[in-house]
Structures are given as C-alpha cells and as structure tokens.
C-alpha cells in the first residue's frame, strides 16, 4: 500500500476550483497516475482528518510542446498526470492556506 505522500502530490489551487470549494465543498489535487479512488479517499481524510463522500479522477494527457532554438525546432511533449476532485460530508472543509 501507498503512504499518503506518494498518493497526493500536491492541491490544486484555481479560481475554477476555489468556486467549487466555496459552493459544493469539492476539492482538487494532483494524485499519483497510479493511485484508485479508495486510496484517494482514505488519504485525504488521513491527511486532513475529513470525511469523503466522493472522488472523481481524471487523467490529463500531457501537452506537445516546440521551441525554436538556434540549432532548429525542438519537439517535446510534458507529462501526463491525474486530477482527483474530492468531495467533502456537509461541514466539513480544508483549509490549505493556515498558519502553523
């Protein structure tokens, strides 16, 4: 089994997603392309010591990218990655922004 560090890699933070934080209590974060649903939940709710009603995953194709160098045009292309979209039970909140 995973720990809680390799399943989440880090929030998302986007006025897209701080709409829905505020409206449906639903969070985003960048999670391992390996990781499931349930490892998800049962890391969110280790982590922030929430309850999880909900997680939707979407796996995000990596970009093809090009620069023009001196030496000619250079392909490449970014890493593909996974977006989990967590819903939280009714009161429930996390609050990546506080103070220790």
Avoid: C
């Amino acid at each position: 089994m995973k720990s809680q560090r390799e399943i989440l890699v880090r929030p998302i933070i986007t006025e897209k997603i701080q709409r829905m934080q505020e409206k449906e209590r639903k969070y985003g974060f960048v999670v391992n392309i390996d990781a499931n649903k349930i490892e998800i939940k049962n890391a969110v709710e280790r982590k922030f010591d929430v309850s999880v009603t909900g997680v939707t995953t979407i796996k995000v194709k990596g970009k093809s990218k090009q620069s023009n160098t001196r030496r000619g045009i250079t392909h490449g292309k970014r890493p593909a990655w996974k977006k989990a979209i967590v819903t939280l039970r009714d009161g429930d909140s996390i609050d990546f922004f506080e103070t220790t």
